[in-house]
């Protein structure tokens, strides 16, 4: 099979023929549809996370079909649609995952960056993280909703439900999916996206967005909350400076630069900063029961397998409206 391998973090991927892996226990082979680029991809791949597996295959946004069961494998079946997320493996044992907090588990496997994701033709996952996927599903352009969509539907659960007017600091592939949900659940949506990108801008307006606007900019009304998508450390203070007393900033992200340091009035008045770590398999069971009584559009650029690189470089630089997507041949 086609892969694209990153043998050194920095370093472009490299396009390698592999055996199609066999699945082990417990798992599946999955013949794969598509696979969407995610910011965590970026953060792999450019050394900002500093434990992969190497040799790797990136990846973690998989729609495909099953192919061939694992030892003790019976459900799900040959060809059918599943998509496979960040959170590819927890042990069950661990203080977290008996708390009901999988998320944060002890001894977690990533898909695309502790074990083989898919920018390849065939990978093998857990398929007890494996989620089955309706048909209609199967277009390439879904695959942003198995990370973007999953990651920005934990941060946005975050929020208080009585939350209105919300903020969104970058305006990509996490941000264009949940503003549909958010608006659809009567919130008024404020972007931020980079100084001065207009395009960005125009893209969050035609997504749903009540107002747009550069990151330095002050929303036209106060926000209840805000989550910040953007890896920009500097954006949390920003954040909190728009937000009302009581509001929540909520970092979406599983890396960020480094935070400024900031005055205490900024925090005072009950504000609070929180993180989002990975996802539950009970995020995603929920996230597509809620997408059946809504329709979500999902904007993607399509690139072949062997354009993985230039596919990343055009994310790296800002330049592609809502989800990076690879398809294979």
Not at 90 to 106: D, H, I
Not at 209 to 214: D, L, P
Not at 250 to 265: E, K, L, N, R, T
Request: glycine content about 10%; hydrophobic content about 45%; proline content about 5%.
């Amino acid at each position: 099979m086609d892969a694209m391998v990153l043998e050194q973090a920095r370093h472009p991927l490299v396009l390698k023929k592999l055996e199609v892996p066999k699945p082990g226990p417990g798992q599946v082979l999955i013949r794969v549809i598509a696979c969407g680029i995610c910011r965590t991809d970026l953060h792999v791949i450019d050394g900002e996370l500093t434990q992969p597996k190497l040799p790797l295959i990136p990846v973690h946004e998989i729609i495909g079909r099953i192919a061939a069961l694992g030892n003790s494998v019976a459900d799900p079946q040959l060809d059918e649609l599943v998509g496979v997320p960040w959170l590819g493996y927890t042990c069950g044992q661990c203080k977290y995952c008996k708390a009901g907090k999988e998320n944060l588990c002890e001894n977690a496997l990533f898909t695309g960056y502790t074990v083989d994701g898919d920018y390849a033709e065939y990978t093998v996952a857990d398929v007890r993280f494996c989620f089955k996927l309706d048909e209609k599903y199967a277009a390439a352009s879904s695959t942003p909703l198995l990370c973007a969509g999953l990651i920005g539907y934990r941060s946005y659960r975050m929020i208080e439900p009585l939350a209105k007017n919300v903020g969104f600091y970058g305006f990509g592939a996490a941000a264009h999916i949940l503003v549909q949900l958010a608006v659809a659940q009567g919130k008024k949506i404020f972007a931020f996206t980079r100084d001065g990108d207009q395009q960005a801008q125009d893209f969050a307006l035609r997504m749903g967005a009540c107002w747009a606007g550069g990151s330095s900019d002050s929303a036209p009304e106060i926000l209840d909350a805000a989550i910040i998508f953007a890896p920009a450390g500097a954006l949390i203070p920003k954040a909190l400076k728009d937000v009302d007393k009581g509001g929540q900033v909520i970092c979406g992200g599983i890396h960020m630069s480094d935070v400024p340091s900031f005055s205490y009035d900024l925090l005072w008045g009950e504000r609070m900063v929180k993180s989002v770590a990975n996802l539950t398999r009970s995020d995603g069971i929920e996230f597509f029961e809620l997408l059946k009584n809504m329709k979500i559009d999902v904007e993607t650029e399509l690139f072949d397998l062997r354009e993985a690189n230039q596919a990343l470089e055009k994310f790296r630089s800002g330049q592609i409206s809502g989800a990076a997507v690879l398809v294979m041949s």
